[in-house]
């Protein structure tokens, strides 16, 4: 939320995992436009509710399609359909940590790139992007290489301990001219026993638009 308390005003927030709307709805009512992008047909409703019972309909747009690095027809897997769940993915079949999920549902749906969001979809440009989609972070933004260029900062959360997540995340953001700003996350963290201790929300921006 510090984060998005940086975002000024009619500037442009794509919330990557949008869940049921916690981020958007705050970033919405600090007058930030806002693509929610949400795959989970459970969370959907929820989202699409709050969204509407803030009063911020004319400021959130709901994207109901999982972003991948292409436009492809595959499943989206699911470790819950509890409304609010998370540790889900699409396509891939791994979460948030690399290891394959004990998944108890499925569906199968398109998935689009950043760049294919752009094109096809004609959404509007981000100014910042907030990533959180529990594994496949990497592949998304690989996806997006030429959307990022023009992003003033991302925020995206990756595993320490899943290297290819972290790798690539870093390659491509660098690639994009962002350099780390900071990384943290809750001091209970530190003390799980859990990957929960190495995940860290990463705040990128790009030295050229900030």
Known sequence: MQWINGIPRGDILWDIGANVGL???YAAKNGIRVYAFEPSVFNLEVLARNIFLNDVVDKITIIP??????????????????????????????????KTIREVFEFP???????????????????????????????I????????KSVKSVLVEINDNFDVQA??????????????????????????????KYTFNQIWVNKDLV
Do not use: Q
């Not at 969001?117 to 990533?131: F, G």
């Open 109 to 139: 749906t398109l998935g689009i790139s950043m760049t294919g969001a752009v094109e096809s979809l004609k959404i509007r440009l981000p100014d910042y992007i907030k990533m959180d989609v529990d594994g496949i972070e990497h592949s």
């Open 23 to 25: 981020y958007s709805i």
């Open 65 to 98: 399609l999982p972003l991948s690095d292409k436009l492809v027809e595959n499943n989206f897997k699911m470790t819950t359909t509890v409304w609010g769940g998370a540790l889900s993915t699409f396509e891939k079949g791994f979460g948030h940590d690399g």
């Open 141 to 148: 933004l690989a996806g997006g290489l030429p959307i990022l």
């Open 167 to 196: 790798k690539e995340s870093e390659a491509t953001l660098s690639k994009a001219g962002f350099t780390l700003k900071e990384k943290r996350h809750a001091d209970y963290c530190d003390h799980l026993e859990s990957d929960a």
